[in-house]
């Protein structure tokens, strides 16, 4: 009952379990199993965290906590500023959440095991281009936030009015641009994954769990650097 | 040839040029960039942090470029839009 390489790679993407509701049915896909899971783990890590900072011991979690706490405020920081600190849990739950998503694709392997579920949500465009309405969303009440309605209509029609269909494909591709790159990366990696699993499943695939981390990591830092950038766009040239 | 065998074969050699393609000019201009941002660091090592992050700012964007070549030759791979009038 093993499956071809093709079939592995199409059927990334497969119904794990359906919950009837009146005449259809809610199916559960593998993306959306796997996103439920990361964003909980990550919620319990993130919760884990708070309270052994808030308890004041010094122990290796509280420890963690301010280093990631630290790195995050000066990331933001050095984009916008000391204003930035208001943008920092958002970016911050947007740059683990992607994290966890990315690192629970290194197991997918596991999925020859039974466990289909086990892939990256990433690998789906549905997640990503979530993801990236998401962060769009909040840019947009950010800006709303910092300069009032009047003004953020108002940079629709920067620098002249007759930009203005410019400026509004403008916003409309950012999310499909932060999406496609965040899919395309995930996506391309896991084939090459599955393929090299596939052909020789002995030391080599190690090579690429190293490079799944570096590329997970870095695609995580890049989503949130350009939303913090997209906040900075539309809100530091007003203010 | 028949007309099923040439679209199989155009629709397995077109994504392959088109990744050969992207990364050609992808991988030329990160070489670019990353070679401006090691000459920039060399004169002025001071300066690292930000030219660390804008460096990597500018890969990924130059990446992306060739990620959107990757969808489409994805796109013609697995889930070719014309196939249908091909096989009916």
């Known amino acids: 009952m093993t499956e071809s390489l093709q079939e592995i790679i199409q059927h990334s993407i497969r119904p794990i379990f359906e919950i009837p509701v009146g005449e259809g049915s809610i199916v559960f896909s593998s993306t959306l199993v796997a996103s439920i899971v990361s964003g909980a783990s990550f919620l319990l890590f993130v ?68 466990m289909h579920w086990i892939v990256s949500p990433n690998i789906d465009l549905s997640v990503t281009l979530g993801l990236a309405i998401t962060g769009i969303l909040y840019v947009h009440g950010a800006s709303i936030g910092a300069m009032g ?15 203005l269909p410019i400026n509004i494909i403008e916003e409309l591709v950012k999310p ?51 939303i913090l950038i997209y ?3 539309t809100i530091g040239v007003h203010t | 040839m028949d007309n099923a065998l ?8 077109v994504p392959g040029l088109t990744i050969a393609l992207a990364v050609i000019g992808g991988a030329a201009a990160q070489g670019k960039a ?8 060399a004169r002025q090592p001071e300066a690292q942090g930000g030219i660390n992050s804008s460096l990597i700012l500018s890969l990924a964007l130059i990446e992306s470029l060739a990620i959107y070549a990757l969808a489409v030759a994805l796109i013609i791979l ?9 096989l009916p």
């Open chain 1, 176 to 226: 499909i641009s932060l999406s496609v790159r965040l899919f395309g990366n995930l996506f391309g990696e896991h084939v090459v994954y599955e393929i090299v699993f596939y052909l020789i499943s002995f030391v080599v695939p190690v090579l690429l769990i190293v490079l799944g981390m570096f590329t997970g990591l870095i695609q995580a830092y890049v989503f949130s650097l350009l």
């Open chain 2, 34 to 41: 990353a070679a401006a941002a090691f000459e920039a660091m």
């Open chain 1, 231 to 233: 906040i900075k766009e």
């Open chain 1, 149 to 163: 309605i009047g003004k953020w209509l108002h940079h629709f029609i920067e620098p002249y009015p007759f930009m």
């Open chain 1, 47 to 114: 919760i884990l965290l708070g309270k052994s900072v808030k308890n004041g011991k010094p122990k290796v979690l509280a420890s963690i906590g301010e280093l990631i706490f630290l790195a995050l405020r000066n990331f933001t920081r050095s984009i916008i500023g000391e204003i930035g600190d208001s943008y920092m849990p958002f970016i911050g739950s947007l740059f683990g959440i992607i994290v966890f998503s990315n690192f629970l694709g290194l197991f997918s392997p596991l999925g020859g095991m039974g």
């Open chain 2, 6 to 13: 040439a679209f199989y074969a155009i629709s397995i050699i």
């Open chain 2, 78 to 86: 697995f889930a070719n839009p014309f196939i249908s009038y091909i």
